[in-house]
């Protein structure tokens, strides 16, 4: 019976799975008197659709819907393997020959599947506080605000310089929407005689939390000498966990990549070693140094190889570049085909997010074998499971950075018109500075804008209508160089500024708190 099976009182059905719909279940925390006032609440079929799309995110309620105030009610996503079934109980009365007796109704059933059901959510969560746009008078009458805090349709200036009671309410006042115990510890118990150590900036921050075993050397530019090898605490903590030949492997693909080069980024060696990040944290300290500042910051050196001394060594500083966007380049930061990592106007509130759940890893889980995929029928091999691509370290003509700001060597621009502004200078270097190392002074400057220009260029070309009111392509670098030259006088005022020592603010530096 595919459509439906006939049950009795004593006896069961069988019926064939048929072909069903796939369904997802929302399990309402309330009574369902009105199917679109509920959907209405959930956002809408539109709005319910959209969340399932997208694994992370968590179905939101909002019980006031036309409230702007109002703060949801999230539920979590689940896989289940269940079914939707259509029961009908049907009654058949039999004729009562004798009055005195009283006949038993027959009772059947008759089922239906109507779908299998794959996901669920569950509204687990507390609800979080309810703020009402409402003002306390004086005299303890409630007024409510809405109709001057909402501006429902387009307003005269009058509307904005009316004299309000201030509210501000938060956008949620619970970050969190299920109980967490802070293990809170008690107080330090002193013996009698102890003063508090002078505060300054050793022991001002961070008294109670264990430094990560690590034990990365960091060189600043001015630092006179380069260490020639590594801590004792980084051989000892890479020897514990380098108990397996995939970690024997990979070291000697490590340095063999450092013989090679003697300067990478982080990223870089992900993309030509296939290891896990943990592990590699603890690799990079055993076989290089880290550079705070100057050309080289942001990058691990080989022990013993100082690129101050070496003039050679300007192909392997760093460029901070980052994708120029603006009306003056010809297209907003909306119309770019990269798109940014983090936006103010793509900001999910805490609770509607689903983390993934964080595992610790131990000395004890690397010696496991973290590094590679030991799993039969893996979908990656270990030799690139944890490998990156390579456009996420090189440079190269006709295609897109990844992201929008990008730190590449200068050995990593693969453009013969970059790398003649590289090397022009080569043979007669005389000096090495912290802000262009063995370069010409502006040299980045010059490759920024070379590289901006290329950028345009295929923009342009893979949606032109952006610039078809602009001028031509020869009128774009006209300009481009106009803009450049304006640039250069506000930088040569800044270069008064320019305190050496003090690095670069960027994002890659933040690197080091792995290490720290």
């Not at 392509?473 to 008064?496: H, N, P, R, T």
Request: some cysteine; overall charge neutral; glycine content about 6%.
């Amino acid at each position: 019976m595919a459509e439906g099976g006939w049950l009795g009182e004593s006896g069961s059905a069988v019926l064939e799975l048929p072909r069903t719909p796939r369904l997802v279940c929302v399990e309402y925390p309330g009574l369902v008197r009105d199917v679109g006032a509920m959907l209405r609440t959930l956002g809408g079929e539109q709005g319910v659709s959209r969340i399932y799309a997208d694994p992370a995110k968590r179905l939101e309620l909002y019980y006031r819907p036309k409230d702007p105030y109002c703060h949801p009610v999230c539920a979590n996503r689940f896989p289940t393997s269940t079914l939707l079934l259509k029961v009908k109980r049907r009654t058949k009365k039999k004729k009562q020959l004798d009055t005195k007796e009283q006949i038993q109704p027959e009772v059947q059933f008759e089922m239906e599947i109507l779908g299998t059901v794959v996901t669920v959510y569950k509204f687990q969560g507390m609800s979080d506080f309810q703020y009402l746009a409402m003002h306390s008078g004086s005299d303890g009458k409630q007024t409510s605000m809405y109709n001057k805090v909402l501006m429902l349709k387009p307003e005269k200036e009058e509307f904005f310089n009316r004299e309000l009671p201030l509210y501000i309410p938060p956008p949620i006042f619970s970050r969190l929407d299920t109980p967490i115990d802070y293990f809170y510890r008690p107080d330090i118990q002193h013996r009698e005689g102890y003063n508090n150590p002078q505060v300054s900036g050793e022991n001002l921050i961070g008294l109670s939390r264990a430094r990560r075993p690590h034990n990365a050397i960091f060189v600043n530019f001015d630092d006179k000498e380069v260490p020639a090898k590594p801590l004792d605490a980084a051989v000892q903590t890479w020897k514990k966990v380098c108990t397996n030949p995939v970690d024997k492997k990979v070291e000697e693909e490590l340095r063999k990549l450092f013989e090679v080069r003697p300067i990478w980024s982080r990223n870089a060696v992900k993309a030509n070693i296939s290891v896990h990040p943990d592990k590699l944290k603890l690799l990079l300290p055993y076989l290089a140094y880290y550079m705070l500042t100057g050309p080289w910051r942001s990058l691990w050196v080989r022990f013993g190889y100082d690129p101050r001394k070496h003039p050679e060594a300007k192909i392997y500083q760093v460029l901070d570049f980052r994708i120029r966007c603006g009306m003056k380049y010809g297209y907003a930061s909306n119309d770019m085909p990269v798109k940014a990592k983090r936006s103010t106007y793509n900001y999910n509130l805490p609770i509607t997010v689903k983390k993934p759940v964080s595992h610790t890893v131990n000395v004890h889980g690397l010696k496991q074998g973290l590094g590679t995929s030991s799993a039969p029928g893996a979908k990656k091999t270990a030799s690139s499971k944890y490998k990156l691509k390579e456009s996420i370290y090189i440079f190269q003509e006709g295609a897109l950075p990844p992201y929008r700001q990008m730190f590449y060597q200068l050995c990593d621009l693969n453009v013969e018109r970059l790398q003649k502004i590289i090397h022009r200078n080569d043979g007669m270097e005389s000096e090495c500075t912290e802000r262009d190392g063995w370069c010409v002074s502006k040299t980045s400057d010059e490759l920024r804008d070379t590289m901006s220009l290329m950028i345009k260029q295929i923009i342009r070309s893979t949606r032109p209508a952006l610039f078809s009111n602009k001028r031509s392509s020869e009128d774009g670098e006209e300009q481009l160089a106009y803009e450049s030259a304006e640039d250069e006088d506000d930088e040569e005022e800044e270069e008064e500024d320019f305190k050496p020592s003090d690095g670069s603010e960027n994002e890659m530096e933040t690197e080091i708190l792995d290490y720290v």
